[in-house]
């Protein structure tokens, strides 16, 4: 009883929403083009699973989403690294970062609009900016919270560059990465 009470109450708003939405459509007699009502909404939908381009059309953006983070994860991760690693590359772009990082992915648009029009280089490159930033950056913060004595103690016992780099500087890191990627990837 108390998971149908709390599903009820989260539903609410929605619910809201949806009635709000009914009522100013035909309340201000909105033009269906424009503002199109919940039948015409449902209808479409029905269409839409019913002859397959729904899934397609799901598909095509999630392989979107997919080419955007991955291309954005693998530059990222290793500028977010070489930051970290590197205090004159640090202090050199952590300043562009930072404000790149807290600029939302939906600011990107007029200027993916001009570059690549509208398509799919205009989505995969919008995607690949709000991850990039927020990883990159996430990634610095995680390798220099690594502290100098465990770097130095994994080189005495022998690691070379890749080692420390690979058993220490990443594993150490990656809450930082994940943190990261659920920012951009939202």
């Given at each position: 009883?108390?998971?149908?009470?709390?599903?009820?109450?989260?539903?609410?708003?929605?619910?809201?929403?949806?009635?709000?939405?009914?009522?100013?459509?035909?309340?201000?007699?909105?033009?269906?083009?424009?503002?199109?009502?919940?039948?015409?909404?449902?209808?479409?939908?029905?269409?839409?699973?019913?002859?397959?381009?729904?899934?397609?059309?799901?598909?095509?953006?999630?392989?979107?989403?997919?080419?955007?983070?991955?291309?954005?994860?693998?530059?990222?991760?290793?500028?977010?690294?070489?930051?970290?690693v590197s205090p004159a590359i640090s202090?050199?772009?952590?300043?562009?970062?930072?404000?790149?990082?807290?600029?939302?992915?939906?600011?990107?648009?007029?200027?993916?609009?001009?570059?690549?029009?509208?398509?799919?280089?205009?989505?995969?490159?919008?995607?690949?900016?709000?991850?990039?930033?927020?990883?990159?950056?996430?990634?610095?913060?995680?390798?220099?919270?690594?502290?100098?004595?465990?770097?130095?103690?994994?080189?005495?016992?022998?690691?070379?560059?890749?080692?420390?780099?690979?058993?220490?500087?990443?594993?150490?890191?990656?809450?930082?990465?994940?943190?990261?990627?659920?920012?951009?990837?939202?």
């Amino acid at each position: 009883m108390r998971r149908l009470a709390s599903a009820a109450l989260f539903s609410l708003p929605l619910l809201a929403l949806v009635l709000l939405w009914a009522i100013v459509v035909r309340a201000f007699d909105v033009n269906p083009r424009v503002f199109p009502g919940i039948g015409a909404v449902v209808q479409a939908g029905i269409e839409a699973v019913a002859d397959g381009s729904l899934l397609r059309h799901v598909a095509a953006s999630m392989w979107r989403v997919f080419v955007g983070t991955l291309i954005g994860l693998a530059l990222a991760i290793p500028c977010g690294v070489a930051m970290g690693v590197s205090p004159a590359i640090s202090a050199f772009f952590t300043p562009v970062f930072r404000f790149f990082s807290v600029l939302a992915g939906i600011a990107w648009i007029p200027i993916a609009t001009l570059w690549f029009g509208y398509g799919f280089g205009a989505i995969v490159f919008v995607i690949f900016n709000a991850v990039f930033f927020v990883v990159a950056y996430n990634t610095l913060l995680g390798v220099a919270s690594i502290p100098m004595p465990l770097r130095n103690a994994a080189a005495s016992l022998g690691a070379g560059r890749w080692q420390i780099l690979t058993e220490v500087l990443l594993p150490g890191a990656l809450p930082n990465i994940v943190t990261g990627v659920r920012t951009g990837a939202g």
